[in-house]
């Protein structure tokens, strides 16, 4: 490859000094420019992930785990992240609190938690609650979805361990064999943006990207909880 910029390199010197500026570039090798069109091409290939393969435990409401063999008839409410340790909520499609299609606003009271802005109270479109985020986790708390009473909005790093990258945009970019009522919106992480305290983290799951938006927007909202990691069985050495 250094033997093909070189060339390239010394042929654009001759150009510039030898040759009209129209036409130069059919002056090169022609197995040269095929090389460098070959290496590009295979470095394209290299750059494109390969799919991630979720291991995830459905729940019931009450915590016991579901099979997962038909969730129109026994639909989970919650699933486990085996890899991750989290567990998230999955969403309903019936009006009420976890409607899927509700929406919230980016808001937090507490200065030792909201990066130095509370955000906007009451500015999204729901039913159930208040539509805040701040007022959505007090209201799934008490309603102690899987037997849990202490989910959270997911930090930027959580949320994008359950992004499929082998969906392609327009999405959802979820897992659906885990969250089959997926909405491809934008969903709420809880990290501000460190140079805009006013804005927040955001994952839009159409095409699988995070960015920052306003915390006074409306946008969709996923809870999640870490479970307890199971102690480690030590093998005693004979």
């Known amino acids: 490859m250094f033997h093909i910029y070189f060339r390239v390199s010394q042929m654009k010197k001759m150009t510039n000094k030898n040759m009209p500026t129209k036409g130069w570039i059919f002056s090169y090798s022609p197995k040269a420019l095929l090389l460098c069109v070959v290496f590009i091409s295979g470095c394209g290939d290299k750059l494109v992930p390969a799919p991630f393969v979720f291991d995830m435990t459905r729940l019931n409401q009450d915590g016991?785990?579901?099979?997962?063999?038909?969730?129109?008839?026994?639909?989970?409410?919650?699933?486990?992240?085996?890899?991750?340790?989290?567990?998230?909520?999955?969403?309903k499609t019936e009006p009420g609190l976890q409607n899927i299609n509700n929406t919230y606003s980016w808001y937090d009271p507490d200065p030792q938690t909201n990066g130095g802005w509370a955000g906007k109270a009451n500015a999204g479109v729901c039913t159930g609650s208040d539509c805040d985020t701040a007022a959505y986790i007090r209201a799934l708390n008490a309603k102690k979805l899987c037997g849990l009473n202490d989910w959270y909005l997911p930090s930027r790093f959580e949320l994008n361990t359950i992004v499929d990258t082998s969906v392609l945009f327009p999405g959802p970019t979820f897992p659906k064999a885990y969250f089959p009522e997926s909405l491809a919106g934008k969903y709420w992480?809880?990290?501000?943006?460190?140079?805009?305290?006013?804005?927040?983290?955001?994952?839009?799951?159409?095409?699988?990207?995070?960015?920052?938006?306003?915390?006074?927007?409306?946008?969709?909202?996923?809870?999640?909880?870490?479970?307890?990691?199971?102690?480690?069985?030590?093998?005693?050495?004979?």
Not at 64 to 91: F, I, M, R, T
Not at 190 to 209: C, E, K, L, P, Q
Not at 230 to 235: H, I, S, Y
């Open 64 to 91: 016991s785990v579901n099979d997962g063999s038909d969730y129109a008839k026994h639909p989970w409410a919650c699933v486990q992240d085996n890899q991750s340790n989290l567990v998230w909520e999955v969403k």
């Open 189 to 238: 992480t809880d990290t501000t943006f460190r140079t805009r305290r006013g804005g927040a983290w955001i994952w839009s799951f159409d095409a699988g990207s995070d960015t920052v938006v306003e915390k006074s927007e409306a946008h969709s909202i996923r809870l999640t909880h870490v479970a307890p990691k199971k102690p480690e069985v030590k093998t005693v050495q004979k």
